[in-house]
């Protein structure tokens, strides 16, 4: 599941990068953490009673935002 959110992380860092604008850049990452969350248990398959969203949630939130920080400064760096 850590994976998952690390992949989604950086493809969101991809795209804030592009955008020249932080606060839009910061709006994509939150709401591609929250498509990210809904979508963790259906494409990983988790059941709902042992991975609730709020421990799906709580357990990505770490690892999506420092590889999207990672990923949208190092690119954004490059991009200029």
């Known amino acids: 599941m850590v994976l998952f959110f690390v992949l989604m992380g950086m493809i969101s860092g991809i795209v804030s990068a592009v955008i020249k604008n932080s ?46 920080l990672i990923s949208w400064i190092w690119i954004y760096s490059a991009l200029l």
Do not use: C, H, N, T
């Not at 988790?46 to 939130?61: A, N």
């Open 23 to 68: 606060w839009g850049a910061l709006f994509i990452a939150i709401i591609v953490y929250l498509l990210s969350a809904s979508l963790a248990g259906k494409i990983l398959k988790l059941q709902q009673s042992e991975f609730p969203i709020s421990k799906i949630l709580s357990s990505g939130f770490g690892p999506f935002f420092m590889v999207w």
